[in-house]
């Protein structure tokens, strides 16, 4: 028997239907459509972190390759370089054994030379001692802090002697001017000066003070060639100058 005809009423659910579905076919097409674009996406990005690590990966062993060889040119120098300052100290411990050995025999002869050396000594320091008196004898008016009298371990400097008499002239200089100022004011006082009394025939004028401080120049004052003149005595003869040969050993 033929299918009997659907009935009118049902018309209106086919079409509300046909509507749904349709929009869930263009819904899933989208979605589709979607999804394919993000996995391309997706896929390019992978392919992109893949090609970004090779080539990292290909730097980092050449980089590594590198440093390996760096470090084996630098450890092979480093070597190279220890060897050379080993053998440095090698050739500096023995030179400075040869350089102790030549001291310890130098001071073993210095050592057994010390008796000699001491006599010297004594006989240098007795001729030096009589020298000095007998110049003593032949200069006694050179004065005592000359330094032709010194055992050279005293002496002051020239330049230094100098500003010390310098010093001491303008101090010298100052005390006689204030005592000249002092006596001027004395004798040109009240009653002084030319309508004064002044000083008198006879008269002895008031002594000028020592002024502190001033050395005599020269030591000996010089004497005039007269009866009157009495050389200084001169300085005792060294104990040294007893025997003929100037060494007492003392």
């Known amino acids: ?30 979605s589709r459509d979607a999804n394919a674009a993000l996995l391309t996406q997706y896929a390019s990005v992978l392919a992109a972190m893949l090609r970004q690590f090779h080539d990292y990966k290909a730097r980092h062993i050449a980089d590594v390759a590198a440093w390996h060889r760096s470090y084996r040119a630098q450890l092979a120098e480093a070597r190279a370089e220890n060897c050379r300052l080993r053998e440095q100290i090698w050739e500096m411990q023995a030179r400075a054994g040869r350089a102790n050995e030549a001291l310890r025999g130098f001071r073993a002869k210095h050592d057994a030379d010390e008796g000699a050396r001491w006599e010297r000594r004594v006989e240098t320091k007795a001729v030096r001692q009589e020298l000095r008196f007998w110049k003593r004898m032949a200069m006694p008016l050179v004065p005592e802090d000359d330094p032709c009298w010194s055992d050279d371990d005293d002496l002051v400097d020239v330049a230094e002697k100098k500003r010390l008499g310098e010093l ?83």
């Open 168 to 250: 001491n002239r303008l101090f010298a200089e100052q005390q006689l001017e204030a005592a000249a100022a002092e006596l001027g004011g004395i004798v040109g006082g009240p009653g002084g000066g030319s309508g004064g009394r002044g000083l008198e025939d006879g008269e002895v004028p008031p002594e000028v003070p020592a002024v502190p401080g001033l050395q005599q120049v020269g030591g000996v004052p010089m004497q005039r060639e007269d009866g009157g003149a009495v050389l200084p005595m001169p300085p005792p003869r060294p104990s040294s100058a007893a025997s003929s040969t100037g060494s007492s050993g003392q």
């Open 1 to 30: 028997n033929p299918p009997s005809p659907p009935p009118p009423a049902q018309d209106p659910n086919l079409d509300t239907l046909i509507s749904i579905l349709s929009e869930a076919l263009e819904k899933s097409k989208f």
